[in-house]
């Protein structure tokens, strides 16, 4: 077990049952509420998928500045187009927040892991399609997770491979609802969040958010709680929502 231990990491040999890491707390009351461990799983690797527009970059670099805080936090972008300055609009601490553009997709899930094992509590892992890297990478990186009990989001696309869909503790779904305006001009996005898949809980909880920008108009940034969807504001989201797929290698 020793030997094992060295070789693979610790996590590789371990009591049977996954011991409640409890959550990483948000501060936004609807989306931790709706986690068992009242906040993002410790411990898991999770997605926010949808479609192109739908709010899921938004909502995870908001989540991101959020966290950078108080955490140290990093975001491996896959499609190399995110501007530091948006963790900064979002209200972020630079001084906390790693960017990592990797050359390819396999740089991209070893940096991540890389980096929660170097004490990094949240990273975000933000493309438009995921494409197949094997069963080692997805592994590799929960088993980062697990030892490390940190948390790591993959924000955006609407498919994951087999491989890696196997690995996720949670699956949110995001939808775009609207656009908060301010004299005119869009001033922030309102979207639906809803469970979709969870080896915690039973999915089909949801809730809504307003992202505000920075932007066009000098305010606070940020995250806005509009509270939890009702049953039949969840009906609603549920057959308007393009279901999250999995894609085999």
Known sequence: MAALGRRYGRVVVRAGG?????????????LDALFTTAGLPRGRLSWIGGEAGAGSFDLGLALLARMSLSLPVAVIDFDR????????????????????????????????????????????????????????????????LEESSGVAVMGGGLTVPLEVRGRL???????????????????GILLQLLVARSRMSPPGMGCELR?????????????????????????????LTTPLAVVAR
């Open 169 to 187: 503790g949670i699956e949110l779904s995001c939808r775009r609802v609207g656009w908060s305006l301010a004299h005119g001009d869009v001033a």
């Open 81 to 144: 187009k995110v501007d530091p300055g948006d963790v900064e609009d979002y209200g972020g601490e630079l001084g906390n927040c790693w960017v990592v553009r990797p050359r390819t997709t396999q740089q991209g899930w070893a940096s991540a892991r890389s980096l929660l094992q170097a004490g990094v509590e949240f990273c975000l892992m933000l493309a438009t399609q995921w494409p197949s890297v094997g069963r080692a990478l997805p592994a590799l990186l929960v088993a980062a």
């Open 211 to 239: 992202i505000d920008f920075s932007r066009p108009y000098p305010k606070t940034a940020g995250i806005v709680d509009l509270g939890m969807l009702s049953s039949s504001e969840l009906s609603d989201c549920t057959t």
């Open 18 to 30: 996954n011991p409640n890491q409890g959550g990483l707390r948000t501060g936004i009351g609807s």
